[in-house]
Each structure stands twice: as C-alpha cells, then as structure tokens.
Nanobody
C-alpha cells in the first residue's frame, strides 16, 4: 500500500510558475515510479511526467521544456516544477505511484487543482 499526499496547486497567471509536491508513505517497491497526471474538465486524464527511483523520466511532449519532474528518494517525495504556464495547463493534477515506468501506477493521490488564468 502507498499513500500519496499532494500540495502546491493554486491560481497563477499565464507565464507564471508553480511547484507541486507529492509525498509517499508505505511500500518503497510500490513507489518505484512516481509521477503526475492531469485531468481538465470534460477531458481524459493524461500523463504529465513520471520518474523512477533511479532518475529515468518520461515526460509528455506538451510540457517538455516547461515542466521538470524530480524526486528526493530520501523523502520519497516527487516534485513538478511548472514554468511558463498556459491556460491549457489548467487541470486537477494527480500524483501517481507504481512499479514500472511505462505503466500507470496503482496508487493515486486525491489531486490538487491548478488554474492558469489572468
């Protein structure tokens, strides 16, 4: 079992920045991969970025060059630094944890809303 607690969402103007955090507790093996997905209103949930304990990453093309994922293994915490935010980045961002990089993990956080608006 893995419990995930997100923080850092909020309202930001276009071009601004936000940093999301997600702390995991529980099984270390089951949180080998930690990442972020997002879901905008009336849209399907989509991958933003994910990272393994060893540092391998998988990032969506739509955010490459603007968003950076990182993790602190000692704290079992993953971060998403979001720069140059656009209105289309508005969504609820969900933390996810699992075992394999190319698979959606079994564990989800409750989500944190990000709104990009002037």
């Amino acid at each position: 079992q893995v419990q995930l607690v997100e923080s850092g969402g909020g309202l930001v103007q276009p071009g601004g920045s936000l940093r999301l955090s997600c702390a995991a507790s529980g099984s270390i093996l089951s949180s080998n991969v930690m990442g972020w997905y997002r879901q905008a209103p009336e849209k399907q949930r989509e991958l933003v970025a994910r990272i393994t304990r060893g540092g391998s990453t998988d990032t969506a093309d739509s955010v490459k060059g603007r968003f950076t994922i990182s993790r602190d293994n000692a704290k079992n915490t993953v971060y998403l630094q979001m720069n140059s935010l656009k209105p289309e980045d508005t969504a609820v961002y969900y933390c996810n944890a699992g075992v394999l990089l190319q698979q959606i993990g079994a564990y989800w956080g409750k989500g944190t809303p990000v709104t990009v608006s002037s």
